[in-house]
């Protein structure tokens, strides 16, 4: 499969790639390595389907898209974990004690409060010549101690920033996406 929205590239190299078992996928195997996420500065675990798409698609996606997102997205991702952290700490723990500057961080200062793990790539299931990739980013948030959020990016658009939902591809495409 080729995919014209992100041109592969030689740069970025996933390390220590390697099958893995995927309940989400239908044959239950995935592939997944280890790489920067340079939005939250870690070495975190990225996964994807083969039947999906090859290693140099998924590390061109991350190089091209994950790690190099315009300035306006992670302006709209921190817009997002903002109001989630705000909705938290107002309305569902009012009462939790929170590490210095978390209640008053806006903007990009939230940043330094989460803890990216995992990320998930999915190509478009309805539609598997579209060359627009999606990521499921899952994340720790100092705020949200329970079952962590989910933050679902198609392309580099970010879409949604929820609780851990686990939909994979089904989070960033609908039957309306078939081309």
Not at 80 to 97: E, I, N, Q
Not at 105 to 122: E, K, N, P, T, W
Not at 142 to 151: L, P
Request: proline share 4%.
């Amino acid at each position: 499969m080729s995919n014209r929205e992100y041109p592969i590239s030689r740069k970025f190299h996933l390390e220590n790639v390697g099958k893995e078992e995927d309940v989400y996928a239908s044959n239950g195997e995935a592939t997944s390595g280890f790489g920067l996420f340079v939005l939250s500065n870690e070495r975190v675990q990225y996964h994807f389907r083969e039947e999906d798409m090859s290693l140099d698609e998924a590390e061109s996606y991350i190089e091209n898209c994950l790690n190099n997102l315009p300035d306006e997205t992670v302006d709209e991702l921190c817009k997002k974990m903002c109001t989630w952290k705000d909705h938290l700490l107002t309305d569902c723990y009012p009462d939790m004690k929170c590490p210095d500057g978390l209640p008053d961080a806006q903007g990009r200062d939230l940043l330094r409060f989460i803890s990216v793990s995992d990320i998930y790539i999915y190509r478009n299931p309805y539609d598997k010549n579209d060359p627009l990739f999606g990521a499921s980013v899952l994340a720790g948030m100092e705020w949200d101690f329970e079952d962590g959020i989910e933050i679902i990016i198609k392309g580099k658009e970010v879409l949604e920033v929820r609780e851990f939902l686990g939909y994979g591809e089904y989070a960033i495409w609908d039957e309306s996406d078939d081309g």
